[in-house]
Nanobody
Framework: QVQLVESGGGLVQAGGSLRLSCAAS????????MGWFRQAPGKEREFVAA????????YYADSVKGRFTISRDNAKNTVYLQMNSLKPEDTAVYYC???????????????????WGQGTQVTVSS
């Protein structure tokens, strides 16, 4: 059973920073790409960023490119999302998810991922 626990969310002013963490268990973490998604009230879940199993490749949504950085520590089974220059439109619940397939890089489609954590709330005030 795969378990994902996101943490690090909170309330921050526009222009501030947060670092999200996602601790994974129940799967060989280092063999799977990981993604971050977010969902604002009344909106569909949207892709934020993905990272390959090795950490050598990353992929970002245009809306966060240059502001957010995804990284991972396979020794700790943890993936991170460093969020800088936050904007009110970044307000959402943030989720991490592992790829369905081992060893392949993932993109923005939710059906490329198969488990979801409970999410962590990020609120950016103007």
């Amino acid at each position: 059973q795969v378990q994902l626990v996101e943490s690090g969310g909170g309330l921050v002013q526009a222009g501030g920073s947060l670092r999200l963490s996602c601790a994974a268990s129940g799967r060989t973490f280092s063999s799977y790409a990981m993604g971050w998604f977010r969902q604002a009230p009344g909106k569909e879940r949207e892709f934020v960023a993905a990272i390959s199993w090795s950490g050598g490749s990353t992929y970002y949504a245009d809306s966060v490119k240059g502001r957010f950085t995804i990284s991972r520590d396979n020794a700790k089974n943890t993936v991170y999302l460093q969020m800088n220059s936050l904007k009110p439109e970044d307000t959402a619940v943030y989720y991490c998810a592992p790829a369905q397939a081992m060893g392949v890089m993932t993109g923005p489609e939710t059906d490329e991922y198969d488990y979801w954590g409970q999410g962590t709330q990020v609120t950016v005030s103007s």
